[in-house]
């Protein structure tokens, strides 16, 4: 059974005027990491929010652990972790007592679920008598997660834990909800803008303005990508990719950190032809080689469709 | 219950870490109290006082005597004219002029119609009519000593024209406040400001500090009761107005020397149904805005007003009808009325049953409105 379910839910603001959720549905099996992917706006923190039992869908169902988001919204409340987008801890109460604080709210004491957050929490221990709102960003998501999940939740909801944080932190940050995963088998659904880190996912929905364009596996949808993909480079990198979109049989392209990528329609333009083509256009060293696409190709890809 | 235990000493910690709460909560509330009682006294002292007496005769100079020895009188002499007088108040070297009619003592007890004149300076009307109330009531007690003696039963007709003239009926508000003591009266508006200011402003401020934060959005998510939330609050307010409550009844009493005429309990009482109608309407306000800004300005804009129209400094009788039932729905003025009743003229409690019956009804009112605005969920 699913641990989460959605069904056709739909959500708007402004009295009808902003669509948030155009209809969305997906299942989350118990111990996996459900990753919702997609830019800011795409209706992420909607979704969440509605399956937190904080805002009502307009239309649709939606359970979290077998509860009705409506009817038993009590009863999901005492058994969800969840960790808003914003940093939303008491800045002016120390480590120690944010935690302690968040356990007592939900009936229980740091001794009893400390297995469960150990790992995390020792990393912010020796700083248990600093105010919360002194913490780096890193800490913050550390001690966010630990309040969040010291009740030992059945669900754990995860609204852009990574925003504001540094790589190493994010590396850290996921590697930790990996182990949740493992040891204790902690159903988790994340959102990120980042698609790099889609990969940690065990499944995951493409989002874009309020829809899921697609929800597979990272390595399913990479799969899928039919085309051949080009990675592109010259000396003048700026140039490179108005001349591309200008260049008649390049079906797409955008810039992909230091190169760029590249669709290319090879019944009209062949790769020989194309570098003649950008040679002409006074471009020098052009590189033009296949890539393995990314999540983000992916999604580049599917939002054009 | 532990839950809750830990939620009140959450909230304490939240005012004790935040200077400029404990500032506000605990040190405006002495410094509004003590500002008006002690350093801008309204109250009128050292009273310079000049005579003009024509006929020098032994009931004028009674009445001299009777006010240059009192100690809110300042003897500053005698005059020949009036222009003399006038000369004196254009140079602010006096406050007062006591003018004698001519013949006094003959006509005091022949013609029965002798008169006083009272000269004050009219371009500080609050002071001046203080002064001259207060004279007044010197020469009232002094023309009693003379009847007395004299056994004469009608005395002092009063004055004719001049700034003003004896009148009697001020008689009636210094009963309960006969050296017209400006602290008296200002003591029971201030504890309405106050617990305005604690229970209405800073509670709805406190409550939506959490929405702002987005930490309601987490304790919305957990499995806390609302009412739990809302309750503690409320509880750390609730305390604080009553040690403020107490802070002020102590200061009045031992440091001011502004006594408790009625009874301590009803006072107390009267009180503690003001608190919870204050905190009811803050917890009102805080279930309509979402920032603590708008707070803010939504209790000022209510806590102002209601300063003017709850008899505080302006008494309700004498505005426009308009105003005055306007001012039956500002919680202050029920609460003003009945303390000043039980502080001053010492009433007893059924005569305040009406202003508490008010303050219960708009308690009540507000709490059922703040049910049905208050959100489980975060819209």
């Known amino acids: 059974m699913s641990i989460v379910s959605v069904k056709e839910i739909r959500k708007s603001y402004n009295k009808g005027r902003t669509q948030a959720l155009k209809g969305v549905s997906f299942e989350v099996e118990p111990g996996e990491i459900f990753g919702l992917i997609g830019p800011d706006g795409a209706g992420k923190t909607?979704?969440?929010?509605?399956?937190?039992?904080?805002?009502?869908?307009?239309?649709?169902?939606?359970?979290?652990?077998?509860?009705?988001?409506?009817?038993?919204?009590?009863?999901?409340?005492?058994?969800?972790?969840?960790?808003?987008?914003?940093?939303?801890?008491?800045?002016?109460?120390?480590?120690?007592?944010?935690?302690?604080?968040?356990?007592?709210?939900?009936?229980?004491?740091?001794?009893?679920?400390?297995?469960?957050?150990?790992?995390?929490?020792?990393?912010?221990?020796?700083?248990?008598?600093?105010?919360a709102g002194k913490l780096s960003g890193g800490m913050k998501q550390k001690l966010a997660l630990s309040c969040a999940l010291i009740h030992a939740p059945h669900v754990l909801f995860l609204d852009e834990p990574t925003t504001g944080v540094d790589p190493v932190s994010r590396k850290e940050f996921w590697g930790m909800l990996q182990k949740l995963k493992r040891d204790y088998n902690l159903c988790i659904v994340v959102s990120t803008p980042y698609m790099d880190e889609a990969i940690q996912c065990d499944r995951i929905a493409l989002m874009q303005e309020g829809t899921f364009l697609s929800i597979d596996t990272p390595q399913n949808i990479i799969a899928d990508y039919s085309e051949t993909l080009w990675a592109v480079k010259s000396d003048k990198m700026h140039r490179l990719l108005t001349d591309l979109r200008l260049t008649p049989g390049v079906k797409s392209a955008f810039a992909f950190g230091e190169t760029h990528h590249a669709t290319i329609d090879t019944r009209q333009l062949s790769i020989d032809g194309l570098t003649a083509i950008l040679q002409e256009s006074g471009h020098k060293s052009i590189d033009i080689s296949i890539v393995e696409p990314s999540i983000e190709d992916c999604f580049m890809n599917l939002q054009k469709l | 219950m532990k839950q809750f235990a830990s939620f009140v000493r959450k909230e304490f910690i939240h005012i004790l870490r935040d200077p400029r709460s404990l500032l506000i909560l605990l040190v405006l509330p002495l410094i509004m109290v003590l500002l008006p009682g002690y350093v801008?006294?309204?109250?009128?002292?050292?009273?310079?006082?000049?005579?003009?007496?024509?006929?020098?005769?032994?009931?004028?100079?009674?009445?001299?005597?009777?006010?240059?020895?009192?100690?809110?009188?300042?003897?500053?002499?005698?005059?020949?004219?009036?222009?003399?007088?006038?000369g004196l108040f254009r140079k602010g070297e006096i406050d007062l002029a006591v003018v004698f009619g001519p013949e006094f003592a003959s006509r005091l007890l022949h013609t029965q119609d002798a008169s006083i004149q009272l000269l004050a300076d009219g371009s500080e009307p609050n002071q001046a009519g203080m002064r001259v109330a207060y004279a007044q009531q010197i020469i009232m007690a002094a023309q009693k000593e003379i009847q007395r003696k004299a056994a004469t039963p009608q005395l002092i007709a009063p004055g004719k024209g001049g700034v003003t003239s004896m009148n009697i009926n001020v008689e009636s508000r210094m009963l309960f406040n006969p050296q017209q003591r400006s602290e008296m009266g200002f003591v029971p508006g201030i504890v309405g400001v106050i617990m305005l200011l604690i229970c209405c402003m800073m509670t709805s401020v406190a409550i939506v500090r959490e929405r702002e934060t987005g930490t309601m959005e987490i304790l919305l998510a957990s499995p806390l009761p609302t009412i739990d939330i809302v309750l503690a609050k409320l509880t750390p307010y609730l305390c604080i107005s009553f040690i403020n409550l107490m802070t002020i009844l102590c200061l009045t009493n031992f440091i001011m020397d502004i006594p408790m005429m009625g009874s301590f309990t009803t006072y107390l009482l009267t009180s503690m149904i003001y608190i919870f109608t204050s905190l009811m309407l803050g917890l009102l306000i805080s279930t309509c805005v979402n920032t603590q800004l708008a707070a803010m300005l939504i209790s000022l804009l209510l806590i102002v007003p209601g300063i003017y129209l709850s008899g505080m400094i302006f008494p309700i009788e004498s505005m426009p009808t308009a105003a005055q039932v306007i001012s039956n729905i500002v919680p202050t003025k029920w609460f003003i009325s009945a303390s000043r009743k039980i502080m001053i003229e010492g009433v007893a409690l059924q005569y305040v049953s009406l202003e508490i019956l008010a303050l219960i009804i708009e308690g009540v009112i507000f709490l059922l409105l703040s049910w049905k605005f208050f959100k489980t969920r975060l819209e």
Request: net charge negative.
């Open chain 1, 46 to 131: 909607t979704l969440f929010r509605i399956l937190t039992t904080l805002i009502l869908a307009d239309t649709g169902s939606a359970s979290v652990d077998g509860y009705d988001v409506v009817k038993e919204y009590k009863d999901i409340r005492r058994h969800i972790g969840y960790m808003p987008g914003r940093f939303a801890l008491y800045q002016d109460m120390t480590v120690e007592e944010n935690l302690s604080f968040f356990a007592t709210v939900f009936n229980t004491t740091i001794e009893e679920n400390y297995h469960l957050i150990e790992d995390i929490y020792e990393q912010i221990e020796p700083f248990k008598k600093r105010r």
């Open chain 2, 40 to 86: 801008i006294k309204s109250e009128v002292k050292d009273i310079r006082v000049v005579f003009l007496d024509p006929s020098h005769d032994i009931y004028t100079r009674q009445i001299i005597d009777r006010l240059s020895v009192n100690d809110y009188f300042i003897f500053k002499g005698y005059v020949q004219t009036e222009a003399e007088t006038t």
